[in-house]
């Protein structure tokens, strides 16, 4: 059942960056209108005709997507508790209870919906509706992350990196937001008759790239003191993420150099979507508490293992050790083994304690 619910899972992110890159056409091409009813489309039809033009298509499309979304998360509900009724363990009902929060997101995003039509698309519900979005795939990449990695396990990082992790984690919520304000100042908040915030957007732009500079650095520092300390895990996600947001600094200043064309618009949040996820990935590279001793009997440990090229050490809910992100290659598993037996040992009963 676990693969399927890691698909589903998986599906889960895909639907809901894909239905905030179709949400975003539909503003930015003025079709919010497109289907002038709901749930049908027309008075005599649940799908657009063909005098409605590219706005019916591309409304009706995204409410579609709504539909994709809402069954996909079902599906990925009832799969989640089938498979705690049969486990019965604490993974299967964090998997529940994550898979209950992204099905949840669907009717908060339709309530965050309504509130948008009755404040006449108020740039601050708007803005919300995109940040909401931006916490469904939070829950979304946790219940794929858990899914993928079974059970929970507590990675050997030293502690500042871990904080550091958590700070660019901040700041990277703080661009996006900051983005949603930019965007409720400037040309394509809402539609053309809708408020704006009233901030100018030339200074919240020069605030917003300012910030990503920030982020920029910051993920920079985490790939370097990453390597550093051999958290090769950590280094490639800090790395990726790097990419990422270099591609999305190059759509933000060339669509605000030209004009701010609906196309480039419609790519920057689709970018922004993908440096969430890259820093929920980095972010879930660190995850897990673990206290000083078992930092200094592990982070050993691990640089023996890093040393010999396997993967990084982590240890699991009990606090046994294990290594991941690699494959064991069998000819030196038995080495790595009679290493970990001997810090095992020092701690007398064969596990790794706090
Ligand atoms: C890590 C990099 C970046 C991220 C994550 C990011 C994120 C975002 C987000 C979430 C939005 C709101 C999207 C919407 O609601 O439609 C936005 C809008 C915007 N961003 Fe960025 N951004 C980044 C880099 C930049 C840079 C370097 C610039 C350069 C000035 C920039 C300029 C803009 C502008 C002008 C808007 C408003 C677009 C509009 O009118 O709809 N962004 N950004």
Known sequence: MIPLL??????????????????????LTGSGLGC???PRCTDASYVPNAEMGIHGVIEFSNRMLGW???????????????????????TSRGLSRLALGVFLGIPAQGVVGGITVLTDLNPWVVGLHFLASMGVLVAAYALWRRSVDGRATRTVLPGPLRQLVQVLTAVSAAVIVLGVIVTGSGPH????????????????????ADVVFLLLG????????????????????????????????????????TGLPEILVGLHMLGACLVWLATLSLLWSTRGAHDGRREAVGGAAAGAEEERGLGELQLDQGGR?????????????????AARHGVEGALGDGQLRG
Request: proline content about 3%.
């Open 218 to 257: 910051l993920s920079a520092a985490v790939w370097f003191a990453a390597r550093a300390t051999g958290s090769r895990r950590t280094a490639r996600a800090a790395l990726v993420l790097v990419a990422v947001e270099l591609s999305q600094g190059v759509i933000g200043f060339v669509q605000y150099f």
């Open 189 to 208: 908040a809402g539609d053309a008759d809708a408020h704006r915030t009233g901030l100018d957007p030339e200074i919240v732009a020069q605030f917003h």
């Open 68 to 90: 994709v979304v809402g069954v996909v998360a079902l599906a990925t509900l009832v799969v989640a508790f089938l498979h705690h009724r049969r486990e019965r363990t604490a």
């Open 6 to 27: 890691r698909r589903l899972a998986l599906a889960n992110i895909i639907a809901n960056v894909a239905i905030v890159v179709t949400g975003g056409a539909v503003r």
């Open 321 to 337: 050790a294990g290594v991941v992100g690699h494959q064991v290659d069998p000819r030196v598993e038995e080495p790595v083994a």
């Open 36 to 38: 002038p009813t709901w």
